[in-house]
């Protein structure tokens, strides 16, 4: 009898081999194929024993992640065990066969069926564990980042006012005081270009803007 292909429906929807897919040729571990699961009460750190480690550039270290999930060495050493002898195994040998042969190598490792299959499930938990550990810190993570950036975008919106109130203030000043030179060289001119040279040359308190270049 083969056994139920509805991998999906079972320790939780965890599997990311789809349904109606053999278990035997798992799917990509793309989030988006996962069947949605709703998120049990203390999802993320009910997984952890203590806090498992980041995974820096995207890297995972999953040893670590096992380990912070209380998984120990030979809980994981009967996994990887399992998985090698899988991996050696031909692949046209029929399914029925490859399970006769990993029964057979464990329990002459004396390693009992059930605490490999434990020690899977456990694995399977703290993987998507720290998949919705590591979802729940991008989301809390991009929150902050969006609201750093609205208050950043509100700032640069503040400056660029300031910039253009002062601009429009220094022509205003501009034009205010050029009309005002105006006024004054009337008068300047009413008593001649001479006098008002010569006056400059002779006072302390005036310079000649053609002697500076001006």
């Known amino acids: 009898m083969s056994e139920p292909r509805n991998w999906g429906t079972t320790v939780l929807g965890w599997f990311v081999v ?17 069947p949605p699961v709703d998120a049990p009460a203390g999802t993320g750190p009910a997984f952890f024993q203590t806090p498992p480690p980041a995974a820096a550039g995207g890297q995972v270290d999953f040893e670590g992640v096992f ?22 195994l031909p692949s046209e040998t029929p399914v029925a066969v490859r399970k006769q042969i990993v029964e057979a190598a464990m329990k002459a490792f004396g390693v009992p069926l059930d605490k490999i299959i434990e020690a899977g499930v456990q694995q399977i938990q703290a993987l998507e ?21 609205d208050q950043l975008e509100r700032e640069i919106r503040d400056v660029r006012s300031v910039m253009d109130q002062r601009t429009q203030e220094q022509a205003a000043i501009a034009a205010a005081c050029n009309t005002k ?28 803007p053609s002697a500076h270049g001006e």
Request: glycine share 4%; hydrophobic share 35%; net charge negative.
């Open 67 to 88: 380990a912070a999930a209380g998984i120990d060495h030979d809980e994981r050493d009967r996994v990887a065990r399992s998985s090698e002898l899988l991996a050696s």
């Open 129 to 149: 564990g720290y998949i919705r550990t590591s979802a729940a810190e991008t989301d809390q993570l991009l929150s902050d980042s969006r609201t750093r950036i």
């Open 181 to 208: 030179k105006i006024d004054v060289q009337r008068v300047l001119e009413f008593f001649g270009q001479d006098a008002v040279a010569r006056v400059v040359r002779e006072s302390p308190k005036l310079h000649d």
């Open 18 to 34: 789809r349904d109606g897919e053999s278990h035997d040729s798992p799917a990509p571990a793309d989030p988006a194929d996962r």
